[in-house]
């Protein structure tokens, strides 16, 4: 696990990388030690996007990049 569940939630920062050339920031909450990461975001045309999640702060060991 790369998160320490005693560390706030409002220390952690989400960028998310949409795949189509924008990013825009997520919103992270933590539940009893689980991290949940939401973002919106309205595509232009249809097809595969690669989304790239970062979230950083403390109570992460290594900030992981997840791709999704």
Not at 15 to 24: A, E, H, K, L, R
Not at 28 to 53: A, K, M
């Amino acid at each position: 696990s790369y998160y320490d569940a005693n560390a706030p939630a409002s220390g952690l920062s989400v960028m998310i990388q949409w795949g189509d050339n924008s990013s825009s920031p997520g919103t992270v909450t933590v539940t009893n030690g689980t991290v949940q990461i939401t973002g919106e975001h309205d595509f232009e045309s249809v097809g595969g996007f690669e989304i790239t999640v970062e979230v950083t702060g403390p109570g992460y060991t290594q900030p992981p990049t997840e791709s999704v």
